[in-house]
């Protein structure tokens, strides 16, 4: 095993870092690194010696006496010294002498490849280190996943965690049930539409391959992550998610669903309440048949079973579920689903493995021994999982969730919610207040997690993925006491030059600028900001273009008026991020105080982009109406009030139904300015558009009070691809002109 690992260093995959000679430039970084003088020669292969050899090349050393996963490394002018206990401590220590060897040794045919002399301890902080792929929504064809492995080996994470179903997809060759991947891999295409706005497949409808891994493609990404010391876990999503599944062999879901099933292209509405049905016994021998053959194929220690995001919906309407509970004497649907989690979960143990759900099984009822998932927000649940007995991998969707923006959203494809940015993921700490010394023994490690509703292609995932999963990487290996933000930033700029290489764009969404533009004294204060902490920002106000000449940024700038700032981020005199270019608009609501209802950002200037989390929209539930109310300062000659809106089809926002303005003097007494309707046809409008919703006075008048009254439109009709949700409006800006 020990020759194999050499091999997959030095012929498999030739990553290279020509600057790491200068200093600690690992990622991860180790628990110590020391710098000596001199370096060691490779010529044009290195040679793998036994451990009791004396000569020139790389000898590895075993040594019962370390931690697993732990090696040291030992570079003099003479040979390399790798010492461990097991092959992955070996491996380990391979991928830093990996990352000392200089840029572009791999496409070299021959030559001389020095590495700096240095002496490295090194062991990890958590023993699960993981980045989670849904291939489900988006397929990520073998190819392209084994490139992945790659990248993951070299930082030193050990878990691949396949969501393979969903939905959306099946995505996994299956024997028995062959309509699993033959119907379940597809689904009917929405080209030009979102994820989150497209209708579900009407019966008979058309669908297109979305591709599926064979038993062998399998086979072969599981001994070649395996090589890699990776372990591969697979994700069979129950009782939800499974519309996909269900779409090839309905009769298991419940009897009293009578809506069409079929694999969803998108969120689904409320088509994505077909769950399996937890009272029919065919479910469970359905189930426990694949996981026979998902066992067969994965020799994981840990499978994955989900149990997430389950609307009991047709649950409470079975007869069979509601039998079910009767003799299994449970109270409610939830308890119901933990008995449903439990069965599985007892025969996935039969086999000697362990089983794995996400943090809703906190409240259903964890499984005996269960590995929890902790996803919600900040992974609250997680943490209620560890103080229950269990052990717990956290991967909270408010820090280490892919699908976030990663950056200023200006510049950014167009996904949802708001920011996880690389800086975010890297300081991340799992280990937050109200955790136990108890609880943190049961903290078995952290996890990226990419959801791919919004991925169309692998250039995506890619982009989504790195470099943030080197920051997850960090978080997972290396102790507080040894994480450096301003070390880590030339890290990381090392680590993508190797992606690049390897084909693998990364994005650089860390070099782009953030603004906040707020009200302040009358005038709008501008924040420039970047989370790279080694860039100058420069900007201009003329209209030009940022050099590196160009005014630099060091404090907030103040403005009155009308103006475009331009500002980019320069490195060694060379533009290293985006051009944001943000136009600040003046009208007579500008940078004035908002009486009632509403933030700052609906007076600062900047318009919102088609990207509702940018920070410059304002949400609201659409079921009360909203006021709001801009003192101008003083009396003022009005001709036009506006509104600026969105209209979010896929997230059930929409315009106003109808707005009132009113105008008062004295912030008393008001009377009505004039109104403004939604045109008949445009009710619930499908899209994603932004409009000024204006009244214009015939006869303009003074006025120092201006009030909006906004009218939403309700809950969403039958035929919305969020049917009977609460819909909400999104405000950007007040305009009075």
Same mark, same amino acid.
């Given at each position: ?27 991860? @970084? ?6 000596? @003088? ?9 040679? =793998? ?41 070996? +491996? ?18 021959? #030559? ?17 280190? /993981? ?6 929504? +988006? ?20 878990? &691949?965690? &396949? ?114 049905? %937890? ?6 021998? !359905? ?22 995001? %389950? ?26 689903? #933990? ?6 979960? @007892? ?13 809703? =099984? ?10 929890? $998932? ?13 103080? =229950? ?33 690389? $800086? ?29 509703? !919004? ?55 860390? !070099? ?26 420069? $900007? ?18 103040? +403005? ?16 290293? #991020? ?18 009632? /209802?509403?933030?700052?950002?609906? =007076?600062?200037?900047?318009? #919102? ?9 304002? *949400? ?52 009505? %300015?004039?109104?403004? *309707? ?35 439109? /309700? ?11 609460? *819909? ?10």
């Amino acid at each position: 095993m020990m020759r194999k690992i050499v091999s997959i260093l030095f012929v498999t995959l030739g990553f290279a870092v020509s600057s790491a000679a200068q200093g600690n430039l690992l990622i991860p @970084s180790p628990v110590s690194f020391e710098r000596k @003088s001199g370096s060691f020669v490779f010529t044009d292969r290195p040679v =793998l010696l036994p451990s009791s050899a004396a000569s020139d090349g790389v000898e590895l050393v075993s040594d019962p006496s370390m931690k697993e996963e732990a090696y040291q490394l030992e570079v003099s002018p003479r040979k390399v010294v790798i010492r461990a206990r097991d092959d992955r401590g070996f +491996f380990y220590g391979l991928q830093t002498v990996r990352q000392l060897l200089p840029e572009g040794y791999e496409d070299a045919s021959s #030559g001389k490849y020095a590495i700096p002399c240095v002496r490295v301890y090194d062991e990890p902080r958590f023993s699960y280190r /993981g980045y989670m792929l849904d291939v489900a929504r +988006f397929f990520t064809p073998k190819e392209d996943l084994l490139r992945i492995i790659d990248c993951m080996s070299m930082l030193k994470l050990n878990r &691949l965690h &396949l969501h393979l179903c969903d939905d959306n997809g099946w995505r996994l060759e299956m024997k028995k049930y062959p309509l699993l991947h033959e119907l379940g891999s597809r689904r009917v295409d929405r080209p030009g539409e979102y994820f989150s706005e497209r209708m579900n497949a009407r019966q008979g409808e058309p669908t297109v391959p979305g591709g599926y891994y064979t038993r062998d493609d399998i086979r072969e990404i599981v001994a070649y992550a395996s090589q890699r010391q990776i372990e591969v876990i697979p994700e069979i999503e129950m009782p939800a998610h499974s519309n996909a599944a269900l779409a090839a062999y309905p009769l298991l879901a419940c009897p009293v669903v009578d809506k069409f099933i079929g694999v969803l292209p998108g969120l689904g509405g409320n088509h994505a309440d077909i769950i399996f049905c %937890a009272g029919n016994d065919e479910v469970f021998t !359905f189930l426990e048949d694949i996981l026979d053959e998902v066992m067969e194929l994965f020799p994981s220690k840990m499978i994955h079973l989900g149990g997430d995001e %389950a609307w009991k919906t047709h649950w409470k309407q079975c007869p069979l579920c509601q039998e079910r509970m009767r003799k299994e004497n449970l109270s409610d649907e939830e308890q119901l689903q #933990g008995w449903f989690m439990e069965r599985i979960a @007892s025969y996935v143990r039969s086999h000697s493995r362990e089983v794995a759900g996400w943090d809703e =099984l906190v409240e259903t009822g964890i499984p005996e021994n269960a590995v929890v $998932y902790g996803w919600r927000g900040f992974g609250q649940a997680g943490m209620d999982a560890a103080r =229950l007995g269990h052990r717990v991998v956290m991967t909270p969707a408010r820090v280490t969730y892919l699908i976030r923006y990663q950056g200023p959203q200006w510049f950014e494809p167009l996904t949802y919610f708001g920011n996880n940015r690389l $800086y975010d993921i890297y300081s991340y700490e799992p280990l937050a207040s109200g955790w136990t010394d108890e609880m943190a023994e049961r903290l078995i490690g952290v996890q990226a997690s990419l959801w791919t509703e !919004f991925c169309h292609s692998v250039e995506d995932v890619n982009y989504l993925t790195f470099p943030r999963l080197a920051a997850l990487a960090e978080l997972g290996w290396t102790r507080n006491e040894n994480k450096s933000w301003d070390r880590f930033q030339k890290s990381v700029d090392s680590f993508s030059g190797r992606l690049r290489r390897k084909g693998v764009v990364p994005a650089e969404s860390m !070099f782009n600028i953030q603004h906040t533009v707020v009200p302040e004294d009358g005038k709008l204060k501008v924040v420039l900001d970047c989370e790279r902490t080694d860039v100058q920002i420069r $900007y201009t106000t003329d209209g030009s273009q940022p050099t590196p000449k160009s005014s630099l940024y060091g404090k907030p700038l103040c +403005f009155s008026r009308d103006v475009e700032i331009k500002s980019a981020t320069f490195k060694g005199g060379v533009m290293v #991020g985006k051009v944001l270019t943000l136009p600040l608009k003046w009208n007579r609501a500008t940078a004035g105080r908002l009486v009632s /209802g509403g933030e700052p950002l609906l =007076l600062n200037g900047v318009r #919102g982009s088609l990207r509702r989390s940018d920070f410059e929209w304002e *949400s609201r539930f659409s079921g009360e109406p909203v006021r709001l109310c801009v003192d101008l300062g003083k009396e003022t000659v009005i001709g036009r009030a506006a509104l600026g809106c969105i209209n979010d089809f896929g997230m059930s926002v929409h315009l106003p139904l109808k707005v009132e303005v009113a105008l008062s003097i004295d912030g008393q007494s008001f009377e009505n %300015a004039g109104e403004w *309707s939604l045109p008949d046809g445009e009710a619930f409008a499908r899209g994603t558009f932004k409009r000024d919703i204006a009244v214009s006075l015939d006869n303009p008048v003074s006025a120092r009070y201006v009030s909006f009254t906004v009218y939403g439109q /309700g809950r969403t009709p039958a035929l919305h691809c969020r049917p009977d949700s609460d *819909s909400r409006m999104c405000f950007d800006e007040i305009i009075v002109e």
